[in-house]
């Protein structure tokens, strides 16, 4: 079946089977910042933000997306002008082996478009649904609260 979606402001039609994965849709039109991690929406790894909710792209049928406005890691910044969370992310030295990063980005993103003044408590809560096999979760919350303008943990 045909089915059309905006991603990061760009219109894509793609043919799909009923079963397929908005993960693996859209990573066939290029967006590689979607991980798949656990494939049972544990993980964060493939965070997206549907229509201002936040989604684990693997559980998450294409044909469920039909019509709406999607965001992904590639839609935050560019290399010229950083998201504030990225630039934190820079700053904070968080990136490791970078798997998760694309994920928790989006979870922050959501996260802070909807509690933009929170407390470090609150970011390691909404965390909680993100795994990071580097361990980086310190760094994390104090680019999340760096990004918020908020004063985070100290390392």
Known sequence: MMVRFRVNGRDFRLEVRGNERLLDSLRK?????VK???SVGDCGS?????NGRLVSSCMMLTVQARESEIATCEGLGSEEKLHPLQKAFVDSSVPQ?????????MTAKYFLDNHP????????DVLAGNICRCGAYTKITQAIMAASGQPGPEL
């Open 117 to 124: 003044k929170p407390n470090a408590e609150e970011v390691r």
């Open 36 to 38: 798949e991690g656990c």
């Open 97 to 105: 082996c970078g798997y998760c990063i694309p994920g928790v980005l």
């Open 46 to 50: 493939c965070n997206i933000i549907v």
């Open 29 to 33: 039109v290029g967006m590689k910042s």
